[in-house]
């Protein structure tokens, strides 16, 4: 699922961004040296990871009013997009939060099912001529058990008359 919001962060940026500004979200990249502040080439970019990923069973105390919800988990996937040379950072920051605050997530499982997830914490950062800009996606998961159930189940008919 973190791919996919990622996969979704990337297609979110090239719609507000434009072809103009390459994006890059594997660290293949940053070993080949592109997002090197030493390159001669220095063309607008973003880099998109995933920072901080983390994952709670969810309970009745996050959620009043609800049972337990038993094998669901609620996971976050904390994502940087890195922002580099861009001449004017205030403007990015700005179409940064409103292009990402949904995001479109297609499911691995299905082709035709997709669904959107909300950022629901943004803040950007510049320093040393870099924006970085944190989002945080929340999603549900739910983990199937497979639970083994009784095969036979012998009944001594003696026993079973009522008296």
Sequence with gaps: MVSGII???????????????????????????????KTPLREPNFFVSCKNPSSRKVKDRYF?????????????????????????????LERLFLCLEYVRVESDESENATSTVRGNTMQGEYVDDVLNFFVSYDFFVYHEEEKQLMEKLIINKEEMLWR
């Design 7 to 37: 996969s979704g962060v990337c297609r979110n940026l090239a719609k507000e961004f434009g072809d103009d500004v390459k994006i890059y979200s594997d660290d293949n990249a940053r070993k080949e040296g592109v997002l090197d502040s």
């Design 64 to 92: 009043t009013n609800t049972r337990l919800l038993g094998n669901r988990y609620l996971r976050s996937a904390a994502l940087c997009i890195e922002c580099r040379w861009f001449p004017d950072w205030e403007d990015v």
